[in-house]
């Protein structure tokens, strides 16, 4: 599986939107990008995914770059409960596969 | 909305003693996991589960450790015989793989055993 590559931490103002980045520049043609958080040591929580095109969901926004060796995560209007460790994570979306967790980006939303 | 459940939330138990940590996976979903978090590490993948058969293990699910689908709803996780490095966070995960290729994993609360 492609490494990605987050900035350890980042603060964001309340209201306002959070971007977070990750590099993944050696992911491949067939690899997805997932984005996961963990709030205070609960179990992760899924946010968002995708292959190459833009995605956004409820939570989320997920841009990737044209060439796919980076992605940011946009979190529009943060709000105090967003304060997590974020994880980029690339993988090929088969059934089963496993995730590799690395150490995420821990975002603080400042009040 | 449908969650996957862990119990018991914490446990504690005394080195050499056997451990079952069980979780309810999602109804309609397919494959399982279990992964672990030591106190302010990584997470880590311990093993997958899907038609009734481990699909792949990591390093660290050595022979103390077992996996079981025993009644159709839920999946356990045994620890034969608990050593101190076993204390940590156990997260039981369940996911589908649906034709949109949707194949996000959804994890319980965890289950924090602390071995003495």
């Known amino acids: 599986d492609a490494k990605t590559t987050q900035p350890p931490s980042m603060d964001c103002a309340e209201g306002r939107a959070a971007n977070l980045p990750c590099n993944h520049s050696t992911i491949s043609g067939n690899e997805y990008v997932y984005w996961y958080r963990q709030i205070h040591s609960q179990g992760p929580q899924y946010i968002i995914h995708g292959l190459k095109n833009n995605e956004t969901n409820e939570m989320a926004s997920l841009i990737i770059t044209e060439d796919r060796k980076s992605s940011t995560l946009i979190l529009p209007h943060a709000t105090l409960r967003d304060t997590a460790v974020y994880y980029c994570?690339?993988?090929?979306?088969?059934?089963?596969?496993?995730?590799?967790f690395g150490t995420g980006t821990r975002l603080t939303i400042i009040p | 909305e449908p969650e996957v459940t862990q119990t018991p939330s914490h446990q504690v138990t005394q080195m050499g003693q056997e451990v079952i940590l069980r979780c309810v996976p999602i109804?309609?979903?397919?494959?399982f996991y279990w992964y672990r978090q030591i106190l302010g590490q990584k997470v880590e993948f311990l093993v997958s589960f899907y038609n009734n058969e481990i699909s792949e293990k990591s390093e660290i699910f050595d022979d103390q450790f077992s996996v079981e689908r025993p009644d159709g709803s839920n999946f356990t996780l045994k620890i034969r015989s608990t050593k101190l490095e076993d204390s940590a966070m156990y997260f039981c995960?369940?996911?589908?793989?649906?034709?949109?290729?949707?194949?996000?994993?959804?994890f319980g609360q965890g289950t924090r055993l602390t071995v003495v």
């Open positions: 995960a369940s996911s589908e793989w649906d034709r949109l290729m949707n194949t996000e994993a959804f």
């Open positions: 994570i690339v993988i090929h979306n088969f059934g089963n596969e496993k995730l590799t």
């Open positions: 109804s309609n979903h397919l494959y």
